[in-house]
């Protein structure tokens, strides 16, 4: 089945500087890549995805880059701010079928200080 | 608003009982909803396909005895936690399984058995 792994663990910035977080994923079959922020007790909030057949998207400060290739995609958010603080998760869709069928990565915590 | 109505959102039930937590489609006919559990300060993992007027889908290590998943309609799915013990207090969530949107979740429900 696939397998999703997610760098860094915990990751801590300074307001204004830029996040990376990384995804590698196993299963080339998969053509659904979404990235989600978890706050504490709540569903997972979707902030941006990407299909396989893109190789980048942005959304205002939050882009998402796909190298089908290597199996892996990462998120980058720009211009951080303390209310970007939270859980990241990134995800992919097992065996190209469903969107709502999804093996998660690990989580990032993402700090950002003032 | 939400289009996946999960209830109850929180439930403390006593080691040996059993809970049912439910999930609502809201605005389509899903006919397979996923289930998620979510352990603290931990990724989701994926339980369960439901599949509506037909049996479940479990993951490998989900005992299909202990986690009972009904799908009776195109807008419900069951999940039933039978005879709970304390390594089943979780977060578990629901999201529906559409093609190809993006996945729409649940508000989770915390379960913690005492």
């Known amino acids: 089945g696939e397998n999703v792994e997610q760098h860094p663990s915990t990751l801590s910035v300074q307001e204004g500087d830029s996040a990376v977080i990384k995804c590698t994923y196993s299963?080339?079959?998969?053509?659904?890549f979404p990235w989600y922020k978890q706050e504490l007790g709540k569903r997972p909030q979707l902030i941006i995805d990407?299909?396989?057949?893109?190789g980048e998207k942005k959304d205002q400060r939050i882009a998402v880059t796909l190298n089908k290739t290597a199996k892996h995609f990462s998120l980058h958010i720009t211009e951080t701010q303390p209310e970007d603080s939270a859980v990241y998760f990134c995800a992919a869709n097992a065996g190209g079928t469903s969107y709502g069928k999804l093996t998660f990565g690990q989580g990032t915590i993402l700090t950002v200080h003032p | 608003g939400a289009v996946v109505s999960q209830h109850p959102s929180w439930v403390i039930c006593k080691s040996g009982t059993s809970v049912k937590i439910e999930c609502r489609s809201l605005?389509?006919?899903?006919?397979?909803m996923f289930w998620y559990r979510q352990f603290p300060k931990q990724s989701l993992m994926l339980m369960a396909t439901?599949?509506?007027?037909?049996?479940?889908?479990?993951e490998q290590g989900v005992e299909k005895d202990k986690f009972l998943i009904n799908h009776a309609s195109l807008t419900l799915s069951t999940l039933t936690v039978t005879s709970a013990h304390p390594e089943d207090s979780s977060f578990y969530i629901c999201?529906?399984?559409?093609?190809?949107?993006?996945?729409?979740f649940g508000q989770g429900t915390r379960l913690t058995v005492v």
């Open positions: 439901s599949n509506e007027g037909s049996k479940a889908t479990y």
């Open positions: 999201s529906e399984g559409r093609a190809s949107t993006e996945a729409f």
């Open positions: 605005d389509f006919q899903a006919t397979t």
């Open positions: 299963d080339s079959a998969s053509n659904y």
């Open positions: 990407i299909r396989s057949n893109v």
